[in-house]
């Protein structure tokens, strides 16, 4: 069910002011403010607009939701498209004025060559687990033309853990999340938070180099990965 859709939908469309809520693992449900998706670039964070600014060439918006990222990139003349799996978000982003949406899951994305791979707002997270971070960043090596960069920004959820981190089975940034809307749930699913330092290695051993570009007051921090060659 694309609940996510269905409220930036809704929200566009029947100016309806729902509330939507995501559960984890780690404490009380929080709101989640649907207008985010539709901020300007006035009211984007630095690190967000420092991430479009490095953006380049032929740019892919991964996890593009109701496109106000994209639109800023084809407003400055960039050629880049808009990638979501939600069939309402793309909705919204064709309505909005994005001329190139896609429906579909990075994963199943082949044939096509990029000078940027853009992920924001947490997107890189769509990986899931470690795992699905080393699965991702070889598939990112198939759609990157050469000299092409990987943007992304994600933050270290260390602070959760006051006492130290605990010994788990997996990795301490996997988190279980769903969304709920107008009394609808969203099936559970993993969401990936990395920090910095275990990313850097992971990427190296995947053969990227990782350059931190900013760090903010909130320790999210917004990266470049390109291929080492």
Same mark, same amino acid.
């Given at each position: 069910m694309?609940?996510?859709? %269905? ?9 309806a ?10 404490g009380?449900?929080?709101?989640m403010?649907?207008p ?6 006035e009211a984007?964070p ?6 479009l600014?490095?953006c380049?060439?032929?740019?892919? *918006?991964?996890?593009? =939701? #109701? ?7 084809q407003? !400055?003349?960039l050629d880049?498209t ?7 978000a793309?909705?919204?982003a %064709? ?7 896609t429906? $579909?899951d ?7 060559k990029f ?11 769509l990986?899931?687990?470690?795992e699905?971070?080393k699965?991702?960043?070889?598939? #990112? !090596?198939?759609?990157l033309?050469?000299g092409?960069?990987l943007?992304? *920004?994600?933050? *270290?959820? $260390?602070?959760?853990?006051? =006492?130290g981190?605990?010994?788990?089975p997996?990795y301490?940034?996997?988190? %279980?999340?769903?969304?709920?809307y107008?009394r609808? !749930? ?5 969401w990936?938070y990395?920090?910095?330092?275990t ?6 051993k995947? =053969? ?10 909130s320790?999210?921090?917004? #990266? ?6």
């Open positions: 694309d609940v996510l859709g %269905r409220a930036i939908a809704e929200y566009y469309f029947n100016n002011h729902y509330k939507l809520w995501v559960h984890d693992n780690h009380p449900r929080v709101e403010q649907v985010v998706y539709f901020r300007s670039p984007m630095e690190l967000e607009m420092l991430a600014q490095e380049r060439g032929k740019v892919l *918006d991964i996890g593009a =939701g #109701a496109g106000s990222h994209a639109l800023y990139l407003e !400055k003349g880049v808009a990638l979501d799996i939600s069939e309402g793309a909705e919204v %064709r309505a909005r004025g994005v001329q190139q949406v429906v $579909a990075i994963f199943t994305v082949k044939g096509k000078d940027t791979l853009l992920l924001l707002m947490n997107g890189i997270g990986v899931q687990t470690i699905g971070l699965t991702f960043l070889r598939h #990112a !090596k198939t759609l033309k050469i092409g960069q943007l992304f *920004d994600s933050s *270290d959820l $260390a602070y959760l853990y006051e =006492g981190i605990p010994e788990l997996y301490y940034g996997e988190v %279980r999340c769903c969304y709920e107008r609808q !749930k969203s099936e559970w699913f993993s990936l990395i920090d910095p330092e990313m850097q290695a992971l990427a190296a995947e =053969g990227w180099h990782m350059e931190v570009l900013l760090t903010d007051e320790d999210q921090y917004l #990266a470049r990965l390109t291929v080492k060659r």
